[in-house]
Nanobody, 126 residues
């Protein structure tokens, strides 16, 4: 049974940084497509970073240059480094994996991901 467990959320002032972690059990998944999503109240879940098995990454313009997704396969852990945070980044953050083991993420659409963590809250105050 694959489990994704996020940690590292919290409250931070605008301009600050946080690093989120996602522990991936069922070790195989840690070597395949993984992603970070976020969802603010009243808004749709938004894909903000993906990482392929070869380390290739993708980001939307809203976070590009500020957020960095990375993985440590030896620790079965996914990370999201978030810098220069602003109030628009306030949301629940989730790590996710597709239902199938695929090496390259198909998209940042939530419908392409079927396995989710419970989320960790990030609150940015101005």
């Amino acid at each position: 049974q694959v489990q994704l467990v996020e940690s590292g959320g919290g409250s931070v002032q605008a301009g600050g940084s946080l690093r989120l972690s996602c522990a991936v059990s069922g070790g195989v998944y840690s070597r395949y497509c993984l992603a970070w999503f976020r969802q603010a109240p009243g808004k749709e879940r938004e894909g903000i970073a993906t990482i392929d098995s070869d380390g290739s990454t993708s980001y939307p313009d809203s976070v590009k240059g500020r957020f960095t997704i990375s993985r440590d396969n030896a620790k079965n852990t996914l990370y999201l480094q978030m810098n220069n945070l602003n109030s628009d980044d306030t949301a629940m953050y989730f790590c996710a994996a597709p239902r199938a083991y695929i090496s390259r993420c198909l998209s940042r659409r939530s419908t392409d991901f079927g396995r989710w963590g419970q989320g960790t809250q990030v609150t940015v105050s101005s």
